[in-house]
């Protein structure tokens, strides 16, 4: 999986991938947006305002990887933070899913739009805006897979233990996954970079 990002005109980016690529790309933002869960849409007859002044949880999440997308906002240390910390979630942590599923979608309906290139997979071609979808949903693909898989900054480095890990380790698919798409959103920042 050596496909990575380039710059086109007008701001966006462009990367070739196969079908497999494109496959394990698609499942992720679907597990994803799984994860995150269905957006809060008002039920028949509610008024649309009243669904934008809905105020969201005020408890961190359970699952340690949804904690880590919806992170506390000023740590759990003393009962004053975490109170703050609970405000501050309840008044925008419903607008922070709603980004981060915006972002998933994107990327579901992007890939379901190519149009395959027989033998070579497919070339996929985002505008501006797209890439930034791209870059949020990366960003949080990563984030989760790599709290699945405890990476920690040691593991990062190039002398991490990611990269040491044998072909009959159990969870070798899942760090490639993880480094692909890291290098995947380092060409993607790459090219929104001003010259």
């Given at each position: 999986m050596?496909g990575?990002?380039e710059?086109?005109p007008?701001g966006?980016?462009?990367v070739?991938?196969d079908?497999?690529e494109?496959?394990?790309?698609?499942?992720?933002?679907v597990?994803l947006?799984?994860?995150i869960g269905?957006?809060?849409?008002?039920a028949e007859?509610?008024d649309?305002?009243?669904?934008l002044f809905?105020?969201?949880p005020s408890?961190?999440?359970?699952?340690?990887a949804l904690?880590?997308?919806?992170p506390?906002?000023?740590?759990?240390?003393?009962?004053?933070?975490?109170?703050?910390?609970?405000?501050?979630?309840?008044?925008?942590?419903?607008?922070?899913r709603?980004r981060?599923?915006?972002?998933?979608?994107?990327v579901v309906r992007s890939?379901?739009?190519l149009?395959p290139?027989?033998?070579d997979g497919a070339?996929?071609?985002?505008a501006?805006?797209?890439c930034r979808?791209?870059?949020?949903?990366?960003?949080?693909?990563?984030?989760?897979?790599?709290?699945?898989?405890?990476?920690?900054?040691?593991?990062e480095g190039?002398?991490?233990?990611l990269y040491?890990?044998?072909?009959?380790?159990?969870?070798?698919?899942?760090?490639?996954?993880?480094?692909?798409?890291?290098?995947?959103?380092?060409?993607?920042?790459e090219t929104?970079?001003?010259?």
């Amino acid at each position: 999986m050596a496909g990575h990002f380039e710059a086109t005109p007008g701001g966006g980016a462009s990367v070739a991938l196969d079908e497999v690529e494109v496959a394990i790309l698609r499942s992720l933002a679907v597990q994803l947006l799984e994860l995150i869960g269905p957006g809060a849409e008002p039920a028949e007859g509610e008024d649309p305002l009243a669904a934008l002044f809905a105020e969201g949880p005020s408890e961190p999440p359970s699952d340690p990887a949804l904690a880590r997308l919806f992170p506390e906002a000023y740590g759990d240390e003393g009962k004053e933070l975490r109170e703050a910390s609970a405000e501050f979630r309840r008044f925008t942590e419903n607008d922070l899913r709603t980004r981060k599923r915006e972002d998933a979608l994107a990327v579901v309906r992007s890939l379901d739009a190519l149009a395959p290139v027989p033998d070579d997979g497919a070339v996929l071609s985002l505008a501006a805006d797209e890439c930034r979808h791209w870059l949020g949903s990366l960003n949080d693909l990563r984030l989760t897979i790599g709290t699945r898989l405890e990476v920690s900054d040691e593991d990062e480095g190039q002398d991490g233990s990611l990269y040491r890990l044998p072909d009959s380790d159990p969870r070798k698919p899942m760090v490639m996954a993880y480094l692909w798409l890291g290098a995947l959103q380092e060409t993607l920042i790459e090219t929104l970079m001003p010259d």
